[in-house]
């Protein structure tokens, strides 16, 4: 239990820290007023993305035995579902709910990290099995 509460851990660090750079790069070029807000989110998630599996990879599930290029793939997959799960918060809170839009927050704090933590673990960062390519 004391390995999983540390794995844990860094995976919580390695997220706070890659939500500070994607807030850091989307407020940079939002302030520029040269990137439209859309694409300024593109190009934040992107950079996140990168320092978020290289934090995992090397950190969060370092002794994990899959080889970067494979946990990169599977990860952009994992990433992309933490993704969709903000956004179908963002519906449901206040298309549905009719709620404020800041209740979302409530979702992204304590579901997505939840899910994609566990895809990351049991697929994406999962050991590989014995005599296999994947």
């Known amino acids: ?45 992107a950079v996140a993305f990168v320092f978020s599996f ?3 990879h090397y950190f969060t599930f370092r002794n994990s035995g899959r080889s970067a290029g494979s946990a990169a793939a599977r990860f952009l997959l994992v990433a992309l579902i933490g993704y969709g799960l903000n956004a ?18 409530l979702f992204m704090l304590f579901v997505t990290p939840v899910v994609t933590y566990v895809l990351s673990k049991l697929w994406a960062f999962a050991d590989r099995p014995a005599g296999t390519g994947r």
């Open 1 to 45: 239990m004391r390995a999983s509460l540390g794995e844990m851990l860094r995976f919580g660090s390695v997220g706070l820290a890659a939500t500070a750079v994607h807030a850091g790069v989307y407020a940079l070029l939002v302030s520029s007023g040269a990137v439209w807000p859309q694409i300024s989110n593109l190009v934040a998630f």
């Open 54 to 56: 290289l934090g995992h």
């Open 88 to 105: 179908g918060f963002v519906a449901l809170t206040t298309e549905v709910l009719a709620e404020p839009p800041l209740v979302a927050v």
